[in-house]
């Protein structure tokens, strides 16, 4: 499995925009770049997902570095319903995903 | 609105009961996933099925833990005897994987509490 470095936790005010870092200089060239969310006390629910190219749909943006050893999501304007751990998931297609400790993020009124 | 449904959603238990979750996943995935949430060790999988075969259950301690697909609509996970390092949410996951549309859909979870 490809290892990953996400930050901790994060913080940020509501209505603004979100960039979650993630690291991931071991990913290989079949694997797509996941990423997961979990909201307190709920199961983790898919945010979006991409190989190459960058990614864009309702929920957030994905960028990926041109090399694929870090990607970033964005989330376009925070909202309280945003605060949730954050998992950035190296992972080949068909596979379980491997979680690690996601990124913990605050949104602030 | 299609969901991945798991009953009980909660369950409290003596030590060395025989303790029973089921996972009804979306219909139509083929692929469905059994992970553990703990404080220390996070989400963890256990096992997993690709059309009710189990392809990956190196992660369930197998004295104890079995998983089983007897139809393409129900999995089980199953713990017998349970033991108290077994208190976790356990979460079941369906998808169907396909290159370039990979997405897994989570139940809401079963909190395990055995005492």
């Known amino acids: 499995d490809a290892k990953t470095t996400q930050p901790n936790s994060m913080e940020s005010n509501e209505e603004e925009p979100v960039h979650l870092p993630c690291n991931h200089s071991?990913?290989?060239?079949?694997?797509?770049i996941h990423w997961y969310r979990q909201l307190p006390s709920q199961g983790p629910e898919y945010v979006i997902h991409?190989?190459?190219s960058n990614v864009n749909n309702r929920m957030a943006s994905l960028a990926i570095a041109e090399d694929r050893k870090s990607s970033t999501l964005i989330l376009h304007r925070a909202t309280l319903r945003d605060a949730a751990v954050y998992y950035c998931?190296?992972?080949?297609?068909?596979?379980?995903?491997?979680f690690g400790k996601g990124t913990s993020l605050l949104v602030t009124p | 609105d299609a969901r991945v449904t798991q009953t009980p959603r909660h369950k409290v238990t003596e030590m060395g009961q025989e303790v029973t979750m089921r996972c009804q996943p979306i219909?139509?995935?083929?692929?469905v996933f059994w992970y553990r949430q703990t404080m220390m060790q996070g989400l963890e999988l256990l096992a997993y099925?690709?059309?009710?075969?189990?392809?990956?259950d190196s992660g369930m301690p197998k004295d104890r833990f079995s998983a089983e697909m007897p139809d393409a609509t129900l999995a089980t996970l199953k713990i017998q005897p349970s033991e108290p390092r077994d208190s976790a949410v356990y979460f079941c996951?369906?998808?169907?994987?396909?290159?370039?549309?990979?997405?897994?859909?989570f139940g809401p979870g079963t909190r395990l509490l055995v005492l």
């Open positions: 998931i190296p992972r080949d297609s068909g596979y379980a995903l491997n």
């Open positions: 099925f690709r059309n009710r075969a189990p392809l990956d």
């Open positions: 219909l139509g995935h083929n692929t």
């Open positions: 071991t990913i290989s060239g079949t694997d797509y």
């Open positions: 996951a369906s998808g169907l994987p396909l290159r370039g549309s990979e997405t897994q859909y």
């Open positions: 991409g190989l190459t």
